[in-house]
């Protein structure tokens, strides 16, 4: 068989897709926003259709064993069992395919070099394959997902085996799967950190092959595992590092999640108890698990556990606005006040560039033609930081107001309502310009949009803050996405996701996973300003004509016009 024929049917096989149930304790949710794609943590069906490669073919080369090797990295179950018929017997056992994933952009991009030539195989009995990979992104041994493009040349070893075949006797761990299709492989489930002061649950997205039970994949990983490190200076875990799973297997029985833990666990106080068990619970329900309560066990007996109060997550508040003078919701065509702040920036006498307003609706942050930022609330009208330079300011659920100049990114401020500033440490140590903050709805967490050399990177960061609550540092950055074009806005869409407006040649709006991939789609022509939401179906722009747009699927529907200002709310 030639080389050409092989690769061929190999291809031809390797491509077949199976319709695979989901196991049921999986529990994936068959409704959500409305969004091109999958949305993270939901599935749109019950019945999920995973993709199924081939072992090898009878008489394949060398190159061709290692293209059908890095085809079966899309098929999961068993371990890879598909995958390690490729390798050699000595290979098989040691191979570690969950080391991690690297993604890269296609099939069609891989380039295979051959130490062997087509015409020279029949004769060989050893030969070396090169892929050069066009990367686009790496998942590790945790899950955590980070985008790292450029090109990757990887090494792999074959020899021919006593019954004529060859079957590769060196290969790196890990596996490799095409950007088109990771989703369909792997799924993004939201594990949950408290904060600092254990009153919020802070998500860190890890990502697992598909067709693994959620609930014992993602209590392995809360359990067993830890933060990722760029959000480990926000964030702390209820679980001792001596408490670990008991089973390997985490049963859902009228929805009620059975752990079973270590023996160490008997002498947990009422607190710590209570803390893991709504830890585990959010992250179960995050995941998508239809379940009511997680029960704890030792050896068979129950443990007593009950659930902390947590601070509410920010309502929906809907489109917030200021039309013809007027500041407000806005719902169809009229404006409804915020008591607290709305007359008080109607009597701003000058041109308002943004507005941000508090969860509580107690007060807003505004910042004026001039630059300078101000608080608004009760009658009051305070400036806060008149730094030339400034950018839009966020506030952030402490109420605290966070500005900076443009071309000081390190020099980042917070101010409460006794207007003092507090310098926030360690912001973006190597960026040259921030165009963009936004602080999340938890508090822990800042995205920016900042230059480092000639790239435009989205980031985040963890926020560290005292025991009062004061921002007083900023962990490293870790980089969620790079741009082409400069940033217009910025806003989070829930509190796993962020959606970046930008303009390269048209509008377009990048809604952007924290630790994920992403999508582009055009925005309205002409669009200058966006403002977040829970949900991607409550994302709105606003155009150069003051025209205001919604979301309405893959496209956008005019509400509104008349409209100087989209405002935003602390946390979207």
């Known amino acids: 068989m030639t080389e050409r024929r092989a690769t061929r049917l190999l291809r031809g096989v390797a491509l077949v897709v199976a ?50 090797f890095l085809e079966a990295g899309i098929t999961t179950s068993d371990n890879w069992a598909t995958a390690r018929e490729f390798l050699a017997p000595s290979l098989q056992r040691s191979w570690r395919p969950a080391a991690g994933v690297s993604i890269d952009a296609g099939t069609e991009t891989r380039v295979f070099t051959s130490s062997v030539p087509s015409d020279a195989v029949e004769d060989a009995e050893s030969a070396d394959v090169q892929v050069r990979l066009d990367l686009v992104a790496i998942v590790d041994e945790a899950g955590a997902y980070a985008e790292a493009p450029g090109s990757s040349p990887t090494m792999f070893a074959l020899e021919r085996a006593d019954d004529g075949e060859w079957r590769i006797t060196q290969a790196p761990d890990g596996i490799v799967i095409d950007q088109p299709r990771f989703a369909n492989v792997f799924e993004g489930y939201p594990l949950q950190y408290f904060d600092g002061a254990w009153s919020r649950l802070v998500p860190d997205v890890r990502w697992f092959p598909r067709r693994q039970s959620p609930a014992t994949t993602v209590t392995q990983a809360l359990i067993d595992g830890s933060p990722s490190p760029w959000l480990d200076a926000a964030v702390q875990t209820a679980f001792p590092a001596d408490v670990q799973l008991a089973q390997d297997a985490v049963l859902i029985t009228d929805q009620v999640a059975e752990v079973a833990l270590t023996r ?84 701003i006498d000058q041109p308002i560039v ?18 300078h930022v101000y608080l608004v609330g009760d009658g009051s009208l305070n400036e806060l930081d008149g730094r030339p330079g400034l950018i839009e300011p966020s506030l952030d659920p402490y109420g605290y107001t966070w500005t900076v100049p443009a071309g000081e990114p390190g020099a980042v401020q917070a101010r409460g309502s006794d207007v003092e500033p507090h310098n926030v440490a360690n912001a973006w140590p190597t960026a040259s310009s921030v165009s963009d903050l936004r602080v999340s709805s938890d508090g822990a967490r800042v995205a920016a949009v900042i230059t480092v050399g000639q790239q435009r990177w989205v980031v985040v960061a963890a926020v560290v803050r005292d025991p009062a609550g004061i921002p007083i540092e900023l962990g490293d950055a870790k980089q969620v996405t790079m741009i082409s074009a400069p940033a217009t806005g910025l806003a989070w869409l829930g509190t796993e996701r962020l959606a ?13 996973t924290v630790g994920g991939p992403g999508t582009v789609e055009a925005a309205p022509e002409d669009a200058v300003s966006i403002a977040g939401a829970r949900t991607v179906g409550g994302l709105r722009v606003v155009g150069i004509g003051g025209q205001l747009f919604a979301h309405a699927g893959s496209t956008w529907r005019e509400i509104a016009t008349g409209i100087s200002v989209l405002a935003t709310r602390a946390g979207e």
Do not use: H, W, Y
């Open 500 to 512: 970046i407006l930008v303009d390269p040649l048209g509008p377009q709006v990048v809604t952007q």
């Open 264 to 347: 160490t666990a008997v002498g947990l106080d009422q607190v710590t108890l209570s803390r893991m068990r709504t830890q585990l619970q959010e992250t179960l329900k995050a995941a998508g698990v239809s379940v009511s309560q997680v029960r704890f066990a030792v050896d068979g007996r129950t443990l007593d556990a009950g659930v902390v109060e947590l601070v509410d997550p920010p309502a929906d508040v809907g489109t917030i606005v200021l039309q013809n003078g007027t500041f407000g919701r806005i719902v169809g065509d009229e404006v409804t006040a915020i008591p607290a702040v709305s007359e008080g920036i109607a009597a």
């Open 354 to 371: 943004s507005i941000d307003v508090a969860m509580d609706d107690s007060e807003a942050a505004v910042q004026l033609a001039d630059g």
């Open 19 to 68: 319709a695979l149930l989901l196991p049921a304790c999986a529990g994936l949710p068959t409704s959500g926003d409305v969004s091109v794609g999958l949305v993270l943590g939901e599935s749109g069906q019950d019945v999920d259709f995973l993709p199924v490669a081939s072992g090898p073919i009878q008489g394949a080369g060398p190159q061709e064993i290692v293209e059908g």
